[in-house]
């Protein structure tokens, strides 16, 4: 099974400011990664696919990186309704994993 | 637009069984794999289970391999998870998820999950 890990688990950001979120596997998947953002009480929506692909109607502020083992999610300039849980996800081999999350809370 | 839709938990003994349910609507039904993936409270994302669209190929996380059944029912849009054998740490949010393409076979994971259903809490106590 491969792991995945995130890092930090929480991300203290002032709105407006870059907020850089770390995903790292632990063997290769290629750039078979997506990104998804939780709010509380609601559903994982889909942020970025193949490791860099917005998904429909995703704000260009989101953009994502990497390949391999390790990956970067960039939100550019924090609003307030980004303000949420963040978590990466493999689906080069099965089982699917996610990683841990990390959340990024307003400073 | 794709709507999924989660129904079926329930408090639940230990040892005990229950079948979630999610109905799909908005898309062909068939053509895609659809997976359940839960989540703990408090806690982060697990996938349990995945089905192809003809329903002929399942695939399961060891954790509850040979507890949990997933299947469906493609003239009713509807998927579920035959759950037995409960246990505490089984306690968790139940979503259905879709994968995002077709694709002829899932023997090759390759697929991501969009969209998800609203999920259905499953708590498993005395």
């Known amino acids: 099974e491969i792991v995945m890990t995130q890092s930090p688990a929480t991300l203290s950001v002032s709105p407006g400011e870059r907020a850089t979120l770390s995903c790292r596997a632990s063997q290769s998947v290629s750039s078979n990664l997506a990104w998804y953002q939780q709010k509380p009480g609601q559903a994982p929506r889909l942020l970025i696919y193949?490791?860099?692909t917005r998904a429909t109607g995703i704000p260009a502020r989101f953009s994502g990186s990497g390949s391999g083992t390790e990956f970067t999610l960039t939100i550019s300039s924090l609003q307030s309704e980004d303000f949420a849980v963040y978590y990466c996800q493999q689906y080069n081999n099965w089982p699917r994993t996610f990683g841990g999350g990390t959340k990024v809370e307003i400073k | 637009e794709v709507q999924l839709l989660e129904s079926g938990g329930g408090l639940v003994q230990p040892g005990g069984s229950l079948r979630l349910s999610c109905a799909a609507s908005?898309?062909?039904?068939?053509?895609?794999?659809m997976s359940w993936v839960r989540q703990a409270p408090g806690k982060g994302l697990e996938w349990v289970s995945a089905i192809s669209g003809s329903g002929g190929s399942t695939y399961y996380a060891d954790s509850v391999k040979g507890r949990f059944t997933i299947s469906r029912d493609n003239s009713k849009n509807t998927l579920y998870l035959q759950m037995n054998s409960l246990r505490a740490e089984d306690t968790a949010v139940y979503y259905c998820?879709?994968?995002?393409?077709?694709?002829?076979?899932?023997?090759?994971?390759?697929?991501?999950?969009?969209?998800w259903g609203q999920g259905t809490l499953v708590t498993v106590s005395s």
């Open positions: 908005g898309f062909t039904f068939s053509s895609y794999a």
């Open positions: 998820a879709k994968d995002a393409l077709y694709v002829p076979s899932i023997a090759a994971a390759g697929n991501w999950f969009d969209p």
């Open positions: 193949g490791a860099s």
